[in-house]
């Protein structure tokens, strides 16, 4: 691939080599440029443009890309479709991640040009969820190099948790409540809940030998067995592991290194794998039992050397938990929305835009109905001017409400309340104006699944403008935050430069918001068919998060 400053003339038919603004137009990197770009770049008072252009051996960022997805896309894993040379891969349903690292190593090593990550092998996720990507760093890389990746690939897979059967056992010393006995099992019912295991038995008997060993020596259809002690289990002889070799099991291994979790026992009566449960399994905090239960549940053996592998890693933070990361796109929580609609409509000659009717709607219940057939909902919506009867207009669908009781002093301070509302488990956000009511809810799909980290920062596109809404992830909260003034994100967008991700929108309600009562009039003839012949009618939607 050659990549190069050139003039223009040379340019023609070469891929931008990075984005920039052309007049008043930003020009994306990957542009293929036609000679009328040349044309709008000579008018624009350029004389060279920075530019790739393939060889012969070269395959497209897309096409390598895909072709590698498709190569590690195993048992219920997707390859999902490239955008800017990167394809990630997903899993079809809940399970554990399986990969061979010494096979993705080579393939890093291959050449510089090919990039593949993964979650670390027995990763825990959920449907949907993104478990690898590959990222084509160039515009292209030679045929030659991506067939050795492609003669490396090992091919992910999943094993996904299978609907079996769990029983609980319990024992109990002398002072030993039954609220802390329920605790246990309620805190243990929800963890196998999480995994779509059916509990079964539920038993509780003296923290004593022969008695436990009744217990476990008794027929079952359970496929594991779980043992809650009374006490923690230090040594072989305690009373869990002998009671599982005195019911005609073994002890597989006794302790295991990963904290917390250590005391943890693993036996098998026959098949059935036995887990005398560590202290730290009463709380719903991940820990190493969670580690062997899971793997268990999705069909994956554990033996002694497995768990003296956990080692590296085994050291957990303080705040991991139990459940798995959200499934996305688009859907559980995992990309949320905001609606600010606590704006002044100063320019709007009285009332509240947001309130004006729109095809027997009001406008901002456009926005909202989007939101949710784009299945982002519901929605955190900030309020503020009129903030009484905004919230009344919205009263019949399912949505968070926050105040901002700063509105006057801009947008930056409507988009700060905003953000400091926004859920836990919310990995990025899709930023709505209140007064952008043609915004389609494919659009909104689309900025949805951009969110592939807590980095991502995406913008749709309408013939090379940028426009609303914006979806931004969590790691750029903090700088939005700090914005004051009748601003929003535009500046940041500009300091991010290439890593803003632009998705090319399927109308004009990008750019078009409604802050006159002219551009709401020019709508409302839009929506009887009496559009202006540029097909944008509207005001110029102004870039805010």
Not at 401 to 411: I, N, T
Request: one cysteine or more; proline letters at 5%.
């Amino acid at each position: 691939m050659i990549f190069a400053t050139v003039d223009l003339d040379a340019a023609v038919g070469s891929l931008l080599g990075h984005g920039q603004m052309v007049g008043d137009t930003r020009w994306s990197k990957g542009r293929r440029l036609s000679l009328d770009d040349i044309d709008a770049a000579r008018a624009a008072g350029l004389v060279a443009l920075t530019v790739a252009r393939l060889e012969a051996e070269d395959v497209p960022e897309a096409d390598a890309a895909q072709a590698l997805g498709d190569a590690l896309a195993g048992l219920d894993i997707e390859a999902l479709a490239p955008v800017h040379g990167r394809v990630n891969l997903a899993a079809r349903q809940s399970g554990l991640l399986r990969l061979d690292a010494a096979a993705i190593d080579r393939i890093n090593r291959i050449d510089e040009s090919i990039t593949l990550g993964t979650l670390a092998p027995f990763a825990r996720v959920a449907a949907g969820e993104i478990v690898a990507t590959v990222k084509i760093i160039p515009y292209a890389v030679s045929r030659p190099v991506l067939d050795l990746a492609l003669a490396a690939v090992v091919p992910l897979s999943l094993a996904a948790f299978r609907g079996i059967t769990v029983e609980l056992f319990t024992t109990r010393l002398h002072g030993v409540s039954d609220k802390a006995v329920a605790k246990t099992e309620s805190v243990t019912r929800a963890r196998l809940a999480s995994l779509g295991v059916t509990v079964g038995r539920i038993e509780t008997c003296e923290h004593d030998e022969a008695a436990l060993t009744a217990l476990l020596a008794q027929p079952t259809s359970a496929a594991i067995t779980l043992v809650a002690g009374a006490s923690a289990t230090v040594d072989r002889r305690d009373v869990v592991p002998a009671a599982i070799v005195a019911a005609g099991g073994i002890v597989e291994r006794l302790g295991m290194p990963v904290d917390p979790g250590n005391l943890l026992c693993l036996g098998r009566i026959g098949k059935r794998p036995v887990i005398g449960l560590p202290g730290c399994a009463r709380s719903p905090k991940r820990n190493g039992f969670d580690w062997v239960l899971e793997r268990l549940v999705a069909g994956i053996d554990v033996t002694s050397l497995d768990v003296a592998a956990m080692g590296v890693g085994g050291l957990l933070p303080e705040a991991e938990r139990p459940e798995p990361r959200v499934a996305q796109p688009a859907a559980a929580g995992r990309v949320g929305a905001i609606i600010l609609a606590a704006g002044r409509s100063s320019r709007f000659g009285g009332g509240n835009k947001l309130l004006a009717d729109l095809e027997g709607r009001p406008v901002v219940v456009h926005v909202a109905d989007s939101l949710e057939t784009a299945g982002l909902g519901p929605p955190l919506i900030v309020l503020g001017n009129m903030g009484a009867q905004v919230r009344d207009t919205l009263a019949d669908r399912a949505a968070i409400y926050v105040e901002a009781a700063d509105f006057a002093a801009g947008l930056s301070a409507s988009l700060r309340a905003g953000l400091a509302a926004v859920p836990a488990e919310w990995r990025a956000v899709l930023v709505c104006l209140g007064d952008m009511p043609r915004v389609t809810p494919a659009t909104m799909q689309a900025l949805a699944e951009a969110a592939t980290s807590d980095s991502a920062v995406a913008v749709p596109t309408w013939h090379g403008k940028r426009g609303n809404p914006v979806l931004w992830g969590r790691a750029h909260f903090p700088r939005l935050m700090a914005m004051t003034g009748d601003v929003g994100g535009k500046a940041l967008l500009a300091e991010l430069g290439d890593a803003v991700i632009e998705v090319e929108a399927d109308s004009d309600g990008v750019l078009a918001d409604v802050d006159t009562p002219e551009a709401l009039a020019a709508m409302r003839d839009q929506s009887s068919g009496n559009s202006s012949s540029d097909g944008s009618p509207f005001s110029t939607a102004r870039t805010v998060a």
